[in-house]
């Protein structure tokens, strides 16, 4: 690849063992040549955190003819360290994921590494995408446990993959849509080329307690007691109606105080 040709950055939450990696650099190579930046372990509800009290270790490793460079440390980092410190040109597109999980709702969003990485994308001026797979919670549960997979699931899994690269070949053609700071998609059970795609808003979403003590003195361990939907709208409810999510985001988050809030909080000389 030249240096001087556009290329995309691909990089992940799951780590270097997803077994969504390779199959979405090998559709993501029709689009435009790929660098591939992820964490060399998996680093899931890492949100965007960032290293900063400790060294980097970067390595190389080639998997089925493909380069792909690992970081031992999180999602954000990869995203930073590839558009740059690693490479001596910037990519015109960050692309994350896809995720071995969905990533939808608003609590989910806000955890996620796979959204984390792309937001450091956006925040380096780069069109950003993120992609998350919603599994079968046999299946999930399966790949959690003995990091294995049916043949069916990884027939999702290729099919996944092809509709990313449908998904990132429309952005890589015409942009992100328009005023979108990024775009969060995610994919049903049913993924495959004929599955409905829809844009979306994101769910409202909340959820309570993520950890229990353990037997040990003054531990605790994760135990996640669910999602609370607050409206039954958005991204969510497209999964739940098998329809891929497509959600843009403008970071505008600030508001309109009211004049009571004025008169609180301001202070005028």
């Known amino acids: 690849m030249a240096d001087e040709d556009p290329w995309i950055l691909l990089t992940n939450d799951d780590g270097i063992d997803s077994p969504m990696l390779e199959p979405f650099i090998a559709e993501l190579s029709a689009v435009a040549p790929v660098r591939t930046v992820v964490p060399a372990s998996e680093c899931s509800w890492t949100g965007k955190v960032i290293s900063r009290f400790s060294q980097i270790e970067l390595n190389q490793v080639e998997r089925s003819g493909y380069t792909i460079y690992t970081l031992g440390g999180y999602p954000a980092d990869c995203a930073n360290i590839g558009v740059h410190a690693l490479f001596d040109t910037m990519p015109a597109l960050v692309v ?9 709702g608003l609590a989910f969003f806000l955890s996620s590494g796979t959204v984390g990485a792309a937001v450091e994308g956006f925040l380096a001026g780069v069109p950003s995408l993120a992609f998350s797979l919603e599994l079968p919670s046999q299946d999930f549960a399966l790949w959690r446990r003995e990091r ?17 690269r449908s998904i990132v070949q429309e952005v890589w053609d015409g942009g992100l849509p328009s005023d979108a700071s990024l775009m969060t998609v995610n994919m049903p059970t049913s993924t495959c080329e004929h599955t409905p795609r829809r844009f979306t808003g994101i769910t409202p979403t909340i959820y309570g307690s993520i950890f229990s003590r353990t037997s040990a003195e003054n531990c605790f361990e994760h135990a996640f007691s669910g999602l609370q939907i607050q409206q039954e709208e958005g991204d969510i409810i497209a999964l739940q109606n098998q329809e891929v999510a497509l959600t843009p985001v403008r970071f505008a988050l600030d508001m309109t105080p009211s004049e009571e809030d004025r008169h609180r909080f301001e202070r005028r000389p």
Do not use: P
């Open 148 to 164: 294995r997979l049916e043949s069916h699931t990884e027939d999702l899994l290729s099919n996944a993959a092809a509709v990313g």
């Open 96 to 104: 994350s994921g896809i995720n071995m999980g969905t990533n939808a």
